[in-house]
């Protein structure tokens, strides 16, 4: 049974991941039926950054796993070594 704590921060993870999925749904999927001159616009970025953010973060956790499992790709090869470096 998780404890009060793992509680509250897995709640405060969902809803944080609960506004960022809202926000970039409206952003890519609403906002262009909006017309360009409404106030709402002023609340989000430029379309462009509705690809090159995803694709940034993507690719940032593909090297932050990269990088992590890099120590223990040498063992697949010599299982009595092992490279922390």
Do not use: N
């Not at 960022?20 to 989000?44: E, R």
């Amino acid at each position: 049974m998780a404890t009060g704590t793992d509680q509250v921060v897995g709640l405060g993870l969902v809803a944080v991941s609960l506004i960022i999925f809202t926000y970039y749904t409206t952003w890519v999927i609403l906002l262009p039926f909006i017309d360009s001159q409404h106030v709402i616009h002023k609340y989000f970025l430029p379309r462009a950054y509705a690809v090159a953010i995803p694709l940034a973060a993507g690719l940032l956790l593909l090297l932050f796993v990269g990088k992590f499992s890099q120590p223990w790709a040498g063992c697949l090869r010599d299982p009595m070594t092992l490279s922390y470096t």
